[in-house]
């Protein structure tokens, strides 16, 4: 069941979509050497909460922190702990959920740490253009597949694995609603895209193959390889004049 929303509704994804931005602006002014993956985690909680919203990943199917903090080899649903300390050099996926007015937020990004290498700054910027390409297929008429295609293209064309066990996600009351948006596909295929869906598209992308291995913690997410991967993720509403995107990275990237 595909959950169309009202313009109120978005406009409360919105809210909660920008809430996310905000946050991540906030993580991601303290990703610096030394920090760990739990002290990110702790400023991330306060800030959410310091605004009203509570943080949607907390407890959800059991996870047991506020934000997801993957860096390098990880790809998602890294654990923050204390034992993970940034470092220079580093590429840390950062995924954060908010829960405000009976609506989520959800959106992720990848941040690099001082200098890093050119090979791997090239892998953001390719996973954030392809985010970019999926999105423009977000428009009435079109397929959940143009979208899939769009990203997949657009990656393997560098030599880069997509993630496929793993996709975005329509968004909503709940996290994760109808349609599964996967980043590898068909075009002209899967659901039709309606005015009012609202949906995360959310590349993950690995510089080496795609494969992934799901560690004993039960949530991280790394490549089998260990070679580095990036993640980024917002919220889009399709409306009639085209996508119209709920998530603001310039808001992240102005306090970079
Ligand atoms: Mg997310
Ligand atoms: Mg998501």
Redesign the pocket.
Known sequence: MIYLKTDEEIELLRENNILVSKTLAEVGRHIKPGVTAKQLDKIADEFIRSHGATPAFLGYQGYPASITVSVNEQVVHGIPSDKVVIKEGDVVSVDIGTFMKGFVG?SAYTFAVGEIADDVRQLLDVTKEALYRGTAQAKAGNRVGDISAAVQDYAESFGYGVVRELE??GLGRK?HESPGVPNYGLRGRGPVLKEGMVI?I?PMITMGSRAIVFERDGWTVRTRDRKPAAHY?FAVAIRKDGPDVLTDFSIIEQSL
């Open positions: 959800d975005g996600h996290m995360c959310e993720e």
